[in-house]
């Protein structure tokens, strides 16, 4: 993409190319179209004239949601979706990016050197690093799973928007009805209940029975004896 640019003579920053490159999932066709539909919108094409263009949210409001999933803040999650929808953003495509996020920060927990399985900047990956910090393995399994039947079944029966805020209230609302937060309680594996230990005394030697003393008979004494 930088070559094309420069071939052409637009101006295409680094964080734009690869933006893009993320958005066409791989595919260099989709690539392609994605830039040339930022080349007739935008005379600079920065990261956030990618987003703008294509309506990408930013990372920043992606870990925002997170970290509010994970609080359990409902009313939090309401209003990022809200500031999101009134952007313009895409409510299915912003579905696909928390399933990026939430990927990239599996990435993240299991993988030595991520920055290589990654396609984000070095600020970005930061901003996932520290979204890791909170989250486990299992808390973000379950929210891909979740995340992954909304978006399948996005247009089928609600509206997308609608769609994705139940998936994220399902999620909050699994924070809060947990003893602790959802994210820390997934990792602690199940621990059954131990019933106290009571000490049981040592046995006591029983004494030797005593056995009764015989009476011992005297020889009867005649008149004759003495």
Known sequence: LLAIAQKEG?????D???LIAKAADGSARDALSLLDKC????????EQAVRDTI????VSYLCDIAEKVEQGDLSGVMTVISQLYAASKDMERLCAELME????????????TPSEHI?????QIEQLKALGEKATI????????????CRDSMGRQLDPRTQLEIALLKLCTAAVEAPEPVIKKAAQPEQKAKAPVTAVPPPQEKEPESKPEQAVSQPLQTEGDG
Not at 39 to 46: G, K, Q
Not at 101 to 112: C, N
Not at 138 to 149: F, H, N
């Open 39 to 46: 080349v007739s919108a935008n005379d600079e094409i920065t």
């Open 16 to 18: 734009a190319a690869l």
């Open 119 to 123: 396609l984000s900047s070095g600020a």
């Open 101 to 112: 996020l939430y990927r990239d920060v599996l990435v993240i927990k299991t993988v030595k």
């Open 138 to 149: 299992p808390q973000i399994l379950s929210a891909l799973t979740l995340l992954s039947e």
């Open 55 to 58: 309506g990408i949210a930013d």
């Open 10 to 14: 637009f101006m295409l920053t680094p």
